[in-house]
């Protein structure tokens, strides 16, 4: 996710985090200043040259205050993951109080709950996960709408913004501790 | 159809709230975002693993010539490469100690201001390291440099991580490298180079997985002698056999890996361990000083000197202050050596 930055940050990284955050804040000095567009201007590129400079001239803060912007923007993620979780599960439980697609009751007498099905063809089992006959669309989440529409669960591409989401925010399987392409051999 | 209306009814609710959770959000978005773009400005592109060494026949692999660029372990580090690929400008003739050795003499990690090599107060430092070599490697270049190092200190590193283990195997996850063989029904060790060419040695498994393994039976008493030190005895022997017909002066220099230098690192290196008792995170240094002994070369065990704040908290390498710690090392065995300091007495350093 965008927020969460590399932890623990290379030399560069609270430099660049200092620039930014000079440069949003000068822009919202800039624009809740009550001066006149001049003003806002000077004012707006004060706050950031200040905090510019801080970064620059003290590194040490600057990556104290990386770590604790990086600590907040974690906990954040991390809240506002299981806060879209939850609407999700709203989401299906709002679903379900249409009722039951599958027949719950006790069959009349005489009748069966048997369905027929169709055989598989034996390329079927080779792979469950790449069988012939599922052609892919391409980017996953039109592969959740093509389920959803093949299957008769058409309201279920409702949680496809909100799955999107989660993944985006999501940071169980991110992996800081290393950029690719290092040298192994020691 | 009456699913899909309650489903769409709770997601438009549910978009509302989504809404405010990523405007409480935005903040941390456009600073993070910022701060990618303006990190990508500042921070120098960095060369990839496979630019810095090349293959070399009969070693296996070679640092690259006149690499004048940028690397990334835990951090950005520059690093400047001769024309023969050995790490700074200084050559070996212009040298008063020269250093062998394997990514840590390369200086992995390190910027150039940074490198122990050029902290020496005292002494002019040349490196003759490279990524991921065993002793039979360095051997090999001890080899061909010994005309060179007439009347140098010529000090060979013994990473204990994996220098010992990595002599007897035959490759480096799949390069290629020479190793030592017990010549059969005999005492003697030979260097292999017979399989050494480019392609793949053919492999499974993960590497690095043996040698905490491995270290940590170097450090227990009960697993017994173990054949790695019999195979550097012998490229020790060779190796001050070389110095001593060049008029260079050898000393021994172990590295200790960070998990030999605190309580957590031997708990790492102890379990799965049925030898607790006796381990001793020191043994390996016992053993090398016995073979150093045995052949009359001064030791210096770098344990004595390193603490486990030397190390890069996320690689097995020196950080700046280790790099310092090394400086003070080969400027105190210089001085000892200039003093006509005894074998025995730089081994008590």
Known sequence: MLGVLPSPPRRAWPRAFGLAVGVWAGLGVGVAAPLDPWG?????????????????????????????????????????CTAVLALCYGVVAAAGCAGSSLRLQRPAPERSLWYPKATLSLDAYRSQADRPGRP????????????????????????????????TLDDRERDDAAPAGIYTLF | MTRLIFAAVAALVGFVAMATILVLGLPFWLVGATTRVFARLFEP??????????????????????????HCVDDVFHVTTDGDGWRGQRTIEDSDIVVLGDSFAWGYGIDDDHFFA?????????????????LAQEFLWLERLAPRLSGKLVVWFIYLGNDLIDNVLTHK?????????????????????SHVNPSRWPYTGTYGAIYYE???????????????YAACESLLRRGMALCDAVGARLVILTIPDKAQLSRAGHELLMRGSRDRASFDADLPDHAI????????????????????????????HWNEAGHRRMAGILSELYTGDRAGMTASAMSTM
């Open chain 1, 40 to 80: 806002k201007a000077a004012a707006g590129l004060l706050t950031a040259s200040i905090a510019g400079l801080l970064s620059v001239l003290r590194p040490a803060e600057a990556t104290v205050a990386y770590r604790a912007w990086n600590k907040a923007a974690r906990m954040y993620e991390r809240a506002a």
């Open chain 1, 136 to 167: 892919s669309t391409g980017h996953p989440w039109l592969e959740v709408v093509a389920w959803a529409r093949r299957s008769g669960n058409t309201w279920a591409v409702v949680l496809v913004p909100f799955l999107a989401l989660i993944g």
């Open chain 2, 45 to 70: 592109r960095w060369l990839p693993a496979t630019t810095l060494t090349e293959y070399a026949p009969v070693v296996g692999w070679k640092p690259r010539a006149n690499v004048d660029g940028y």
């Open chain 2, 118 to 134: 050029n902290l020496v107060p005292a002494a002019r430092v040349k490196t003759i390291g490279v990524m991921g070599y065993n």
């Open chain 2, 173 to 193: 996850q799949g390069r290629r490298m020479p190793f030592m063989r017990q010549v059969h029904d005999t005492e003697d060790w030979e260097i292999v180079t």
């Open chain 2, 214 to 228: 491995a270290l940590a039976q170097y450090c227990t008493v009960g697993a017994g002698k173990r054949r790695e």
């Open chain 2, 289 to 316: 000083r016995g073979v150093c002994k045995r052949l009359q070369i001064p030791f210096v065990a770098g344990k004595q000197y390193f603490d486990v704040r030397d190390y890069k908290a996320r690689d097995v």
